[in-house]
């Protein structure tokens, strides 16, 4: 008797993932030897339908033909796919992994073997690549060829049209009638023929690849996705089909699910003769018996039947390929089948630490070429996706691929997409060559790598006049998972951007460029010049405090360009903001910004005394600068009229942008410039965030300075004055910092009404694994003071978040659960309608959610009630972690499927939300508030980890990212790097950095030097950073009695 039992360990049983599985084989493993000797030929027959003949040896196991396939089609995710036969009772069976292939294929030559999808995942989204999402698109039109995949006429009608588009193209109706007739895709086609070419009709514009992904959306809901039914009794008899899916076993009477077995459940799986045994974990709820038993035709029915079961569980239950038993001494008890391959989380590693290359393919059935931009657009984190072979696009290459030539910029996109260190390396761009379809851009040319850490803005370099209105520029997303871009707040590709067919659907226009930021051979390179500069420098603490303020006062001038300059022509161009807005958002900006370049000019003229560059013979009376910040603070006093007001115009921006469509568009589009690096919203905040900076500069001045210091007294004066206007303003500071957290949140959440109400307060967002009846899935967590959301990453070209389900936080209760479930860092949320299992990647992590959970909590108690419900569209999620019903084929689902094109909202793929979700992190309101206080600007040289020289850089930190420019003189970000996740340390002795004050970020494989010029800076730049990589303390936080919310 084979069986197969589950143990009750963090593997088994739903663990949090902890092993990277980043090779099909594990350390120390070495890969099954190829046997020689005389060939034999084997025929597949490919998904689309052409057959090939493969020659391997006669005594090589079932590995070596399927990883010969999978090399023939250059498929990476291969481990999705598996080869099934008749064997020699004419039972169709799947290929065996490890035994020799001419003992399963007892006469080959006659015996045709089918390469075809074996493990379905419960989200297509989680394929990362163009060409398995095809030949998993393939499946499904054989499947609804042969009726397997069965449907109501409508998600029929709606398959096919979708499955035309990508054949044929655009609709047509003449074209459509005549595919038609001269191709069967489902057994009553005929009947179904109007309302195919009607939904085909809606489809104009979409790509192949596009029509691929709505495809398997709408596939993967229908209840025969990927099921195979094998025929089976229960024990009164009555005929069955049991089947396996992702989820557990399901128990089927014709096409209708009527039971269903999750492997949360299932305790061991066996078999005896022709009977097929289940056991199940206890549970008193349940009216099940502990053992169930079905009857199947014959013991060979039954035993392939529990294989396929084995190997579903192992797949996508477990973390790693099973170790296999030890052979026995005497004799043997059960089957000594196991699992051959790797599993799930195995494959989505591997393609998340981009160890694959990207390869071209061809569409057999598809006649059209598709319009693509020229860089890849995920969907999901890792997505990296071949070019179909009719495009000459880009082609990004994996670890160890050599670079391609670089290309032209397409017309409308400019910005690109280009791994930071592999860029480095390249010592020079390739010739350029335009895609077929485009035309030739500003000439920037380079390689497009396969990773994205930093995404980089192409922008000419030259000199040139300084126009009044910005070029809009598209944003792009990343297809590296941990590495986010440009806009941190997020932005869309313009209305005329072309979808890219690689993925679903993410906007993402870019062109590979060899950027003066990422060639080795450009910017300044002269390390002695530069160390014998900074030995000129002064060695007073003081003259750096200055400086700081210096370079950080250039950033608040360009940021105050932002609205008072860029915005403002923005605006004057378009009838959109009533004239009350504008009277309220310039008039009190445009003070400011005169007030500040005076401010700026004083202190660079005191800086340039105090090093000595002119008038050296009275240098010692300037090096200070405790005068010129009492004067300027005074002088701010004035306009705190002006101050009090950028409460009263945000307020008013987002009421007006809720009550025009116009304003909406014209708010979204300027987001989209590359001047706008930043949420717009967060710009009408920074005036008020600057006051801080000069009290904590103040702080640190009155901190060096003795009491006799001829400085001290000027300085503490100024304190005084700045601490005065930020306690003024330091409630209003904190109410509009929350108001525009909300709003920001709201853009990245889809289902959600009234998100910002009076007395709503964010605490903390972040991903978490919630356990449900398919497993761990990663899901994203939004806690307020009154609710908390989870949510899914959406599906659509807008990147936006789901909303799941909602906990009123009133009457929750919280308890570790690790040892009930078996899974690290968990945790059980009790609420009064329903309970769901959370899981943290850490302990740490865990513990910041318990903490702000607890804090939640307390304060819903104390609160007059239940919290409002304001879930537009998503009713709660009531399922329990045991309960694994599928999602239900819904023709609201389908119809929304149909024109999610057609509604798609902007792109949000490089958000604050998203970096959390690609690292598996959480950021709280404290992060936040404590982000705001550590910003820092000022050059800095930095070095890749395989490179020889150090690049002269302009880098700003701000919202938890750097941002990098050639010069302070630049009006917008060449590229950005946000670290969350990241680690900040300080080089080793073997690594060979011989320099003073340098320290490094390291990610996983990314790894960046950065040296200061000075000890001061060097801890400031550590300061601010750490700010950014480890969370606050809850410690110090605002106490909810000093907290104000909208």
Known sequence: MGEIEQRPTPGSRLGAPENSGISTLEHGQKPPPTPSGKLMSIKIQMLDDTQEAFEVPQRAPGKVLLDAVCNHLNLVEGDYFGLEFPDHKKITVWLDLLKPIVKQIRRPKHVVVKFVVKFFPPDHTQLQEELTRYLFALQVKQD??????????NSAALLISHIVQSEIGDFDEASDREHLAKNKYIPQQDALEDKIVEFHHNHIGQTPA?????????????????????PAKDREGTKINLAVANTGILVFQGFTKINAFNWAKVRKLSFKRKRFLIKLRPDVNSSYQDTLEFLMASRDFCKSFWKICVEHHAFFRLFEEPKPKPKPVLFS??????????????????????????????????????????????????????KQAQQSGSLTLGEGSEPPGGQSCPQGGDLATASAEDAERQRGPGPSRSPAGSTKGDGASGAAAEEDEELVKDRPQQSRPRPPQPSTGSLTGSPHLSELSINSQGGTAPTNAILSPNLSPDTKQASPLVSPLLNDQSGPRAEDEDDGRRKRFPTDKAYFIAKE??????????????????FQSTVSKEDSMPESLKSLIFPNFEPLHKFHTNFLKEIEQRLALWEGRSNAHIRGD??????????NIQGMKQLAAHLWKHSEALEALETGIRGSRRLE??????????????????????????????KQVLERLCKHYPPSHSDFRDCRAALAEITEMVAQLHGTMIKMENFQKLHELKKDLIGVDNLVIPGREFIRLGSLSKL????????????????LLYTSRGLTASNQFKVHGQLPLYGMTMEESEEEWGVPHCLTLRGQRQSIVVAASSRPEMDKWVEDIQMAIDLAEKSSGPAPEFLASSPPDNKSPEEAAGDQESEDDLSASRTSLERQAPHRGNTMVHVCWHRNTSVSMVDFSVAVENQLSGNLLRKFKNSNGWQKLWVVFTNFCLFFYKSHQDNHPLASLPLLGYSLTIPSESEDIHKDYVFKLHFKSHVYYFRAESEYTFERWMEVIRSATSSASRAHAPSHKESHVY
Request: aromatic fraction near 10%.
């Open 549 to 566: 303020v210096s370079t950080t006062e250039r950033t608040y001038l360009k940021d105050l360009e932002v609205i008072t300059s860029w």
């Open 665 to 694: 568009s014209l708010c979204r589009d300027f987001e989209l410039q590359k001047v706008c690096y930043l949420p717009l919203n967060t710009f009408l905040l920074r005036p008020l965030h600057r006051l801080m900076h000069y």
């Open 622 to 631: 300037y090096q200070r600068i405790g005068d010129v910040m009492l004067k």
């Open 333 to 386: 008890r059960g089957s000594s089948f196991r699992f051959s391959g790797r599993t799930q989380k195995q494959v989505l590693d591997y393609v998340k630490e981009g160890g694959h290359k990207k390869v071209q393919f061809e569409r057999k059935h598809s006649k059209i070429h598709s319009i693509r931009s020229l860089a890849t657009q995920p969907s999901e984190p890792n997505s990296e996706v071949p």
């Open 144 to 153: 609804l060829a042969q009726g397997r995949l069965a449907c109501n006429d």
């Open 772 to 787: 449900s009846g398919k497993g761990l899935q990663q899901r994203m967590f939004f806690l307020f003071n009154d609710v």
């Open 210 to 230: 596009e029509s691929d992904f709505q495809l398997l959306e709408i596939a993967r809901k229908l209840e025969m996705y990927g099921v195979r039914l094998h």
